[in-house]
């Protein structure tokens, strides 16, 4: 998680807790649910009628910093204990250590908004599952500063990674694509997951669609489920066709208006508090739970994402960007050549 | 100069010489005390120590008794001198710091006293060194008069148990504090850093503990960056003592087991620091 952002968010749930990451682009996202037989003891809080379960994020670097050297934890640590203090603005680890050692951690954390990425693996066209082994060993060959990957089914059952390799259809566990289908990557994140699936042992799925609509890695496990979603490039002799038929909440084409847009929440931005750091990009659209703004009363698919920007400026940047009808975390054609231009 | 077991007969005899099969011995402790690039050294019939201070907050001692040192004469009641550390290191190790199994760097050291520097003639596996190091007017040292009978508090750990703590310490803490008690949580390290508090606690019955004498509760801090420096002592020793006075005044105390199984100790002490707002519990 800590190769998509710099804030983990918390969320324990009753169907486990919920550790997820987004990345400043909102390009990315990941969610890791461990399941409440994951843990020794799971107690996720009192909810009332009218209340959540409580939630937070704090900065990645304070929470991998109690764990820091991962050999000897596995040689000395008997148990982990993690407790939010809300009053006291708590997060607290504690490690209960060989030699009835305890070490006990309290992080500050920061309130926060579900996150939540809109997604759904149902309706992808195609999918493969294959060992993380697989592509693993794949990737050992392609060069530590590639940045993207495209992944394209080609005729008699062949998956390629452009422009390195090709991989048989039997070298997949299984295997539903719809033929001459293509989608181009961010390999950052996707490095991170893909480590991890191998260290786990876990066999990875790939759903994805259309270019330009997110493709989702996922890991499943008895006690735990993994997500990976990432924003695909468009494709670019299509954009304005492929914008429209994705029904998607875009800017509009003019570039002018986007930069002046941009530039007006951005000045909006500075201006006001208590605002989240990142730019909010079209990827994946800022909907907010609040039931007052009428436009954003859409209850998609679990479709709850991000941290809330100021009022002020929310109104100025949705203004723009909102289009009635089913939105869709695409990305436009002006984000994706930031994105290309090697920032991934 | 060639290089022989005993001083020349005609020349002054030396106030101080020393021989040593194995500059490890010395070297090893010497490093465990290397925070600051100068430091003072006293020889005695006994032995020698080798202070390093700073800030007027802290001080570490390094002994290295008589009995390490394969000849040690010592012609005056005492010898002391002011010297640069990291050079007298460099040149300690001049031979490479790994340590083969079977070799050995030997050393003699000689010192004709005020005035004249520091002999040092290394040899291994035939090669011979001589080096010659200024000495310097000895510097006032801090006299932190700490003595068992005024100690309040008292704990024997096992290292083993400290060294990841020491080493892991969050470094964004400006201070170090040190809760020690009869009760809970009896032993306790705490940071405030910026990602927020950490405690690590050690009970009494733990089994790295090999003794607990804690009268009083106690909490005082001190400047995480004066007590770093003693991870290094930290890691080469089996064992270290902890203990407090009435003034919140810190000596760690640590027994190291050289190659040859010999003991040495190590000792630290260091003033609480003066800006103590109510601990955070």
Redesign the interface.
């Known amino acids: 998680l800590s190769r998509i952002g710099d804030e983990l968010y918390l969320e324990p749930t009753d169907s486990g807790l919920s550790l997820r990451a987004v990345n400043s682009s909102r390009s990315a996202f990941a969610s890791f649910l461990f399941a409440p037989l994951f843990f020794q003891l799971y107690e996720p809080g009192f909810t009332g009628p009218d209340t959540e379960l409580f939630r937070c994020k704090v ?1 990645m ?2 929470f991998l ?2 764990f ?2 991962l050999p ?1 934890l596995e040689k ?1 640590v008997g148990k982990c204990l993690i407790l939010l203090k809300p009053r006291a603005c ?2 607290v680890l504690q490690l209960h250590c060989k ?10 954390f920061q309130e926060c908004e579900r996150l939540q990425a809109v997604f759904d693996t149902q309706s992808c066209a195609s999918r493969l599952c294959t060992p993380a082994r697989v592509l693993a060993e794949a990737m050992v060959h392609f060069p530590p500063t590639l940045a993207e990957v495209t992944l394209q089914t080609g005729p008699g059952g062949k998956i390629s990674l452009q422009n390195y390799l090709w991989l048989a259809e039997d070298e997949f566990q299984s295997v539903a694509v719809a033929p001459g289908s293509h989608i181009t990557f961010c390999l950052k994140e996707f490095r991170g997951l893909l480590s991890f699936a191998e260290a786990s042992n876990l066999p990875l799925t790939i759903h994805f669609d259309e270019p330009g609509r997110p493709v989702v890695f996922t890991l499943d496990d008895t006690v735990l489920e993994v997500h990976l979603v990432l924003a695909t490039l468009s494709d670019l002799e299509s954009d304005s066709q492929s914008a429209s038929t994705n029904g998607v909440s875009h800017l509009p084409t003019p570039s002018d208006d986007f930069a002046d847009d941009l530039e007006s929440y951005m000045a909006a931005m500075e201006t006001s508090e208590g605002v989240s750091g990142g730019l909010p990009s079209p990827a994946f659209p800022l909907h907010t739970p609040r039931p007052a703004e009428s436009d954003l009363e859409e209850e998609e698919e679990g479709a709850v994402p991000g941290t809330p920007p100021h009022k002020k400026f929310r109104s100025l940047f949705f203004g723009s960007v909102m289009t009635p009808g089913r939105p869709s975390p695409a990305t436009t054609q002006e984000v994706l050549a930031e994105d290309s231009e090697g920032e991934c | 100069m060639p290089f022989s077991a005993q001083p020349p007969a005609s020349a002054e005899p030396y106030v101080l010489s020393a021989s040593l099969d194995n500059a490890r011995h010395l070297s090893s402790l010497l490093r465990a005390v290397h925070f600051q690039d100068h430091a003072t050294c006293f020889a005695t019939a006994s032995g020698l120590r080798v202070t390093v201070e700073d800030a007027k907050c802290i001080q570490a001692n390094a002994f290295v008794q008589a009995e390490i040192f394969q000849e040690f004469s010592v012609q005056e009641e005492s010898v002391m001198f002011r010297i640069n550390l990291s050079v007298l290191l460099d040149c300690l190790t001049i031979f490479g710091t790994s340590s083969m199994p079977g070799t050995s760097t030997a050393l003699r050291m000689c010192y004709r006293g005020y005035g004249y520097p520091l002999m040092l003639f290394l040899e291994e596996g035939g090669v011979v060194t001589v080096c010659k190091i200024n000495t310097q007017e000895p510097d006032e040292l801090l006299d932190f008069d700490f003595c068992s009978t005024k100690v309040v508090n008292k704990i024997i750990l096992q290292s083993e ?1 400290l060294r ?2 020491f080493a ?1 310490l ?1 470094m964004t803490s400006e201070v170090l504090q040190i809760t020690m008690s009869p009760d809970k949580p009896y032993f306790r390290l705490s940071t405030f850093g ?10 009494r ?4 503990m090999e003794a607990f004498h804690c009268n009083q509760t106690q909490t005082n801090r001190y400047k995480i960056s004066l007590l770093k420096p003693s991870t290094k002592a930290l890691a080469l020793s089996c064992k270290v003592s902890i203990r407090t006075d009435a003034q919140g005044f810190l000596s760690l105390q640590y027994m190291i087991r050289n190659e040859d199984g010999q003991i040495c100790f190590v000792e630290y002490y260091c003033c609480p620091d003066e800006n103590i707002s109510e601990a955070e519990v």
């Open positions: 900065h670097k304070s910093g109690v820091r050297s000897s000395s708590r997060l030699y009835g050692v305890t070490k006990t951690h309290n992080l500050a | 148990g990841e703590a892991e969050d910026n990602a927020g508090s950490a405690h690590l606690d050690y009970p019955d733990s089994d790295l």
